[in-house]
């Protein structure tokens, strides 16, 4: 219990300590925004900070933080660690430097960014890497609320039915006016993912049957799968998330002031880390142990256990909300998945997007690729999902990093972003080399080969690309 409480107040500390660090080395100032500049009306729309924030917040917490968390749980309390640590110096740098490096250039997406700041090569390779993520990541966070929503009718209408009935909606969320569907429902269904998260919280500390175990850092996986890298790719949009570099530009389009980015970028990934935090104490704190909680993964699904954990923990009234706000998280990370792979093509072809008829001709083909990837095995969508989402990250990351020196913060400044973007390349790589999915290599060739490609991108981005950019 006292790691749970104290991992708590660190993220909050974190918030106000380092978020204000990241915003100072950044340098928010008065020029105009997008949502100011541009104002479209489509894309490119004034919001209240409250209101982006609550939206930034849907955005980037589907699926993720709660399953992503569970499955992590399994390493034991070692994960409190990475979702703390990970959050407060990757996750919401990552964030925040993405929407407002994004707001400087008028919403332009991660995939147009890495041109700019990493060259022809990296764009083009974005542009496919990052629509492929958007893809995977929409039909993922299709299936998994169909799957919930299936469980809570009685499985009478079958998952194929909800399947359908989402992808309707994903249709409508991605052609209209960010502000008609995005920004109505957004802030109520963000309000119900705090309150769940909260009710979670407050069972799992004032009900005494439940206990969560302290701080240890060992590995208590049944499977025995090494914390490093595995936990830090299953444990991904709680800590760090780089389809978030997907999401931090569309809200880059709508906030009208640069000194909102604190709050909104970097306080939404806080909060979905905490989000993560909740769900993976309750994990362990429900079933005892990581072994029974890996057990019920297994049989029952990860939607399974939220429901059980959820209608057990808070009765029939409470359930019912937590359960809503399970599913609004995905929903509501999907339609926006695909409405950045919408805006990511635009770019790419020079299409515009403020006529519907224009938007219906990149829309509609991007929904029928995701409904034939819905009939994929979800875990195996899950893990390559998982690996590609942290390889964006520390692509990001590095992106970041390179606008830092061209702003001619060399020294301390863009260490900010370089040492995450170092730790995520690690992890990227030592994962691929040793996953089934992967090369399956041993840990003997993995973990220096993981360190070697890291080092090595820190030397030359921190000493060759640094010593050049500062003379620019």
Request: with cysteine; charged share 10%; aromatic share 12%.
């Amino acid at each position: 219990m006292i790691t749970f409480v104290v991992a708590l107040i660190v993220l909050f500390a974190g918030y106000f300590f380092y978020g204000r660090l990241t915003e100072k080395i950044f340098g928010p100032d008065d020029r105009q925004t997008p949502a100011i500049a541009i104002n479209d009306g489509v894309d490119c729309v004034p919001m209240k900070t409250w209101k982006a924030f609550l939206i930034q917040l849907l955005n980037i917490a589907g699926t993720g933080p709660i399953f992503g968390a569970l499955m992590g749980a399994c390493f034991g309390p070692v994960v409190f660690l990475w979702i703390v640590f990970g959050a407060i110096l990757g996750g919401a740098v990552h964030d925040y430097m993405s929407g407002m490096i994004s707001s400087r250039h008028g919403g332009a997406s991660i995939a147009e960014l890495s041109g700019i700041y990493l060259g022809k090569g990296a764009l083009y390779s974005m542009r496919v890497f990052s629509v492929i993520l958007l893809l995977l990541t929409g039909t993922v966070f299709v299936t998994s609320p169909a799957a919930l929503i299936n469980t809570l009718t009685g499985e009478k209408l079958g998952n194929t039915f909800w399947i359908v009935i989402i992808l309707v909606y994903y249709v409508l969320a991605t052609l209209l006016p960010i502000d008609k569907v995005i920004g109505k429902l957004y802030p109520v269904f963000g309000v119900v993912l705090i309150v769940m998260a909260v009710s979670i919280s407050g069972a799992i500390i004032f009900l005494s049957k439940y206990h969560i175990p302290e701080l240890q850092l060992a590995n208590l996986h049944p499977e025995n799968l090494p914390v490093f890298p595995f936990m830090f790719i299953t444990v991904a949009c709680g800590a760090i998330s780089g389809f978030h570099a997907t999401q931090s530009p569309m809200v880059a389009k709508c906030i009208t002031s640069e000194r909102e980015g604190r709050r909104v970028f970097y306080g939404a990934m806080i909060t979905e880390s905490v989000i993560a935090l909740v769900w993976a104490a309750a994990g362990v704190a429900f079933y005892g142990n990581t072994e029974l909680l890996s057990k019920s993964l297994t049989e029952l699904g990860q939607s399974g256990v939220v429901y059980q954990i959820s209608k057990t923990m808070l009765g029939p009234v409470g359930g019912a909300l937590a359960i809503i706000g399970v599913v609004a998280c995905p929903i509501t990370s999907g339609d926006t998945a695909f409405r950045s792979a919408r805006l990511i093509l635009a770019e790419w072809t020079g299409l515009s997007q403020s006529k519907i008829g224009k938007r219906l001709i990149i829309t509609l083909p991007l929904l029928g690729l995701g409904a034939v990837l819905t009939q994929l095995n979800f875990n195996v969508l899950w893990r390559y999902f998982s690996w590609s989402n942290q390889t964006l990250a520390m692509i990001s990351l590095w992106v970041a990093t390179s606008y830092l020196l061209k702003e001619g913060k060399y020294r301390f400044g863009s260490l900010l972003t370089a040492l995450p973007a170092t730790f995520m390349s690690a992890v990227s790589l030592t994962y691929i080399l040793m996953a089934k999915e992967g090369f399956r290599l041993s840990e003997k060739i993995a973990y220096p080969a993981g360190i070697v490609f890291a080092v090595s991108l820190l030397i030359v981005y921190l000493v060759f690309f640094g010593r050049k950019l500062k003379k620019v």
